[in-house]
């Protein structure tokens, strides 16, 4: 017997039904963006690893899949080297490409290729998958999809108060309670820089990112690991601990960060942003958070992510401000602030609490029954005359039992079904049947059409 077919870790297929339900996603959120003024684009699902490297950290390197260089590629690579098994460097050497990380770093690159094509501030969004060479478990995966919109060539606070209201109105689209977390790179140096251990503000912002995951004990004893000194954190746990209204604690972190200028300025930064918001009619609740740090490298900034307040489930979207992204690529200056909406965790989030709207993942409308080569031939004109009229309808291709035929008919969740035999096609009419009801009536074209779309 031959060996049954199976797909990588971290992979998914998606069935019809699927695919109607992540296109709900994929379009609520396009919706939102245009609304907004976001223009789309795309970018190649692979970059070469020049573009990609040193721009998520140590861990996000080697998190990014290598594509092995084509044809003879151990030829300039020793023995010695390759049995030296230092990967970074063997991956250097066998690998010119990889496949994309995320989607900013080659939006970044795009924008540096393509500066005299596009005009300033450019505001572009984009929705294709990534790759990530990560552990897969629940809500994360190795192949999954970003739907990012990003502001690039202006410095102003709009651009977070905009994003912030984009999350705000995607989620309240989709029915899904949210908290929307803040919290800006310049806090979390200032909080590094009065405790002391300003050199390693990225091992501490490393580790209280993870206090929801692994508790207060388990950050702490990440920053012990990590050579910070007790008394630096024993300062920090008081910090990260902070509870309060978005104010309070506002003003308790401005007075612990008194003598740490870029920590003030990330606070008055975080203040101005909730002031305009505060003007703004949100739904979903937004809450400074402390221990927010999102660990990739290249945000300056304000920093976001969004959790689902009824399902556990990790940040379905984080983003932030970064103030020089395009200078690793020669145009240096150059400030943005973006945000990525996790279609895959949503997806899961809209699955586990069952927010889809019915004709959201409904296709087929109408049925047209096959009860033979004449009956099939009267059928054809009324469903064009139905996609005509924006109604997506088939005829059911055999002439098969009428048992199999509202079989299928129940099975991909047809709301009508359209019966035409020999009293029918005398009348110039048919009878359609309302498959949640059980109620049918004979019409001609334009009632059916009435009815189904009324």
Not at 143 to 148: L, T
Request: hydrophobic letters at 40%; a negative charge.
């Amino acid at each position: 017997m031959a060996q049954k077919p199976s797909i990588p870790k971290g992979t998914r297929d998606f069935t019809p039904q699927e695919m109607a339900k992540r296109n709900y996603i994929f379009n609520t959120i396009r919706e939102v963006y245009a609304l907004h003024g976001f223009q789309q684009i795309e970018t190649p699902a692979m970059e070469t690893l020049q573009t990609l490297m040193g721009k998520y950290g140590e861990e996000g390197d080697i998190l990014i899949y290598k594509i092995l260089n084509s044809g003879e590629f151990t030829a300039k690579v020793s023995d010695e080297e390759l049995l030296g098994r230092e990967h970074l460097k063997l991956a250097a050497r066998l690998c010119d490409r990889g496949l994309r990380y995320d989607l900013t770093v080659p939006f970044a690159r795009f924008v540096v290729m393509h500066r005299d094509q596009i005009q300033l501030p450019f505001k572009r969004y984009q929705i294709q998958p990534v790759w990530r060479a990560d552990r897969p478990q629940k809500g994360r995966y190795r192949e999954f999809y970003q739907c990012d919109a990003d502001i690039v060539g202006s410095d102003s606070l709009l651009n977070e108060v905009e994003l912030m209201q984009i999350m705000d109105m995607v989620f309240t689209r989709l029915g899904i309670r949210v908290a929307i977390k803040i919290n800006n790179r310049k806090i979390l140096a200032g909080i590094a820089e009065v405790v002391g251990e300003a050199e390693k503000m990225t091992d501490i912002t490393v580790a209280i990112d993870k206090l929801d995951k692994i508790g207060l004990d388990g950050v702490k004893a990440e920053l012990a690991a990590d050579g910070i000194s007790p008394e630096a954190i024993e300062r920090i746990q008081p910090i990260i601990t902070l509870q309060g209204s978005n104010e309070e604690k506002l003003d308790t972190i401005a007075s612990i960060l008194s003598d740490s200028a870029v920590g003030l300025k990330g606070v008055e930064e975080v203040r101005t942003i909730l002031t305009l918001l505060s003007s703004s009619t949100l739904h979903n609740v937004v809450e400074l958070d402390l221990t927010l740090a999102r660990g990739l490298n290249y945000y300056t900034g304000a920093i976001f992510e969004v959790k689902a307040l009824d399902v556990q489930m990790g940040s379905i979207t984080g983003g932030g401000r970064y103030d020089n992204l395009t200078g690793i690529f020669g145009m240096p200056g150059l400030s943005g602030v973006g945000i990525s909406f996790g279609a895959d965790r949503i997806f899961d989030v809209l699955n586990t609490l069952d927010l889809y709207p019915k004709d959201a993942v409904a296709s087929t409308q109408v049925l047209f029954v096959n009860f033979g080569e004449k009956e099939s031939a009267y059928c054809l004109p009324i469903a064009s005359a139905c996609r005509q009229a924006g109604i997506s309808c088939e005829l059911y291709p055999d002439k098969a039992k009428m048992k199999k035929q509202m079989s299928y008919a129940n099975e991909r969740g047809i709301n009508f079904v359209a019966l035409a035999g020999e009293n029918e096609m005398a009348a110039g009419k048919i009878t359609l049947k309302n498959m949640e009801t059980g109620e049918q009536q004979l019409v001609d074209i334009p009632q059916l059409i009435a009815v189904v779309k009324g």
